[in-house]
């Protein structure tokens, strides 16, 4: 399973960005995935998840005015839309596979993070 990470980069406060994930190896409508972040000294959480097989989304509430989880099951990828981006979204967010709830322990499979910088 190798899950490939994104469209992390640079980004002033107020701005948007747009995470990839692509996925290979495994069996997509079985799964679902999600967007982690972890910042430097704080726990990992979870942003965003979706399931593949029916679509169903969980966004953590603080996040869901300003994240927008999707994915294209054509191409086995899930993407994250992030903006009015803050300093505090500062972090890296790493995308996981698996059949557990959207949580980190839930998660089986990790991809590489990328890292988004929120800063003027």
């Known amino acids: 399973v190798q899950l490939q990470a994104s469209g992390g980069g640079l980004v002033q406060p107020g701005g948007s960005l747009k995470l990839s994930c692509a996925a290979s190896?495994?069996?997509?409508?079985?799964?679902?995935i999600g967007w982690f972040r972890q910042a430097p000294g704080k726990e990992r959480e979870a942003v965003s998840c979706i399931s593949f097989s029916d679509g169903s989304t969980f966004t953590q509430y603080s996040l869901s005015d300003r994240f927008t989880i999707s994915k294209d099951n054509a191409k086995n990828t899930v993407y994250l839309q992030m903006n009015s981006l803050k300093p505090e979204d500062t972090a890296i967010y790493f995308c996981?596979?698996?059949?557990?709830?959207?949580?980190?322990?839930?998660?089986?499979?990790w991809g590489k993070g990328t890292q988004v910088t929120v800063s003027s």
């Open positions: 190896g495994v069996t997509p409508n079985s799964v679902t």
């Open positions: 996981a596979a698996g059949t557990g709830i959207c949580d980190p322990d839930g998660m089986d499979y």
